[in-house]
């Protein structure tokens, strides 16, 4: 028995979402309806098409083979558009994990920039620091720090950022400039909780000053930002994110200089879909652009530090 095309529409709605739920909001029925036809395709196909996961509802090998002939006929009826018009492919909803900074200072303004040529995208960002997921079911685009190890998936290199160690202007004056890179110790850090790091690239701070205390930690880096611009401690931070804020001071960028990779995975049905390789394309573009800052290159000259003690007259050692 031939399968019914609204049947494998659903089924593609489903595999975007990972969620009978979100597939039935996005299709205007209810759950029922969208259970009932998945059996049907089922029944048609004389095989499963879903597996239920942790994380949602996993295409099996007979449901990507459903997607891709039913990604054929979305693009048939997309075709159509109105009379003498020409129908946009990069259209409906893409989404993705990202860190926070990636997603505040790459991704958003990538994004926003795409919208102006295409105003039926939209993307779903959901900021977390974490290893690429083995099962990413509704998942279409993950950028992580380091290099991924996945199976089912295409794992493309975006570009590098660089991290050092920063300190506030007033952090400098109450407890002095460190002289020598082994100073650091001495003072204490503003960075991730170690117990929920499950980055390991992510260790520097700790690997290269092993007995340095912890001052404040936190799982979000806007949150070390701000704790060290308030003289939290000695943070380490993204150089992208701390350049921006002329009152921190970066100590020993020669010495101290972490640089870490950015990469996308992505499942291989996203990939095929317009909208999710515009985004791909946009976040490329994005990196390739703000390079010069994510390496720390991009800073102006930095204002005069107030000198409010001896201990902080000389700044130029952070050079």
Not at 108 to 130: Q, Y
Request: aromatic share 6%; proline share 6%; hydrophobic share 40%.
């Amino acid at each position: 028995m031939d399968p019914n095309p609204n049947d494998l529409l659903v089924l593609l709605a489903v595999s975007r979402s990972a969620r009978y739920a979100v597939a039935a909001r996005t299709l205007g029925v209810n759950h029922t309806t969208i259970s009932r036809r998945i059996a049907s395709l089922e029944t048609a196909l004389g095989g499963r098409v879903l597996s239920r996961t942790d994380s949602g509802w996993e295409l099996t090998e007979l449901g990507e083979q459903a997607v891709r002939a039913a990604e054929k006929v979305e693009s048939a009826v997309g075709s159509l558009g109105e009379w003498g018009q020409t129908p946009d492919p990069v259209t409906g909803v893409v989404r993705m994990t990202a860190t926070d900074g990636f997603s505040a200072y790459v991704a958003s303004p990538a994004v926003a920039k795409l919208r102006r040529t295409h105003p039926g995208l939209s993307v779903e960002i959901v900021t977390v620091t974490r290893q690429a997921l083995q099962q990413r079911s509704g998942l279409d685009i993950e950028v992580v720090v380091g290099e991924p190890r996945v199976h089912r998936a295409e794992a493309l290199f975006l570009g590098e950022y660089e991290l050092g160690m920063y300190a506030s202007q007033d952090y400098l004056a109450e407890n002095g400039m460190p002289s020598t890179v082994d100073d650091l110790m001495a003072h204490h850090l503003v960075y991730f909780i170690d117990s929920m790091l499950q980055v390991d690239d992510l260790d520097a701070p700790r690997r290269l000053f092993p007995e340095i205390k912890d001052a404040l930690t936190s799982t979000n880096v806007f949150v070390h930002v701000e704790a060290t611009r308030s003289g939290a401690g000695i943070g380490f931070l993204p150089t992208f994110m701390a350049d921006l804020h002329p009152d921190l001071i970066r100590l020993f960028p020669r010495e101290v200089a972490e640089r870490l990779p950015y990469w996308m995975v992505l499942r291989p049905e996203s990939l095929r879909r317009p909208a999710v390789a515009a985004v791909v394309q946009a976040l490329r573009e994005q990196v390739v652009a703000h390079q010069e800052a994510l390496l720390g290159r991009g800073r102006a000259e930095r204002p005069k530090p107030d000198a409010k003690s001896e201990n902080c007259k000389d700044l130029s050692l952070s050079e």
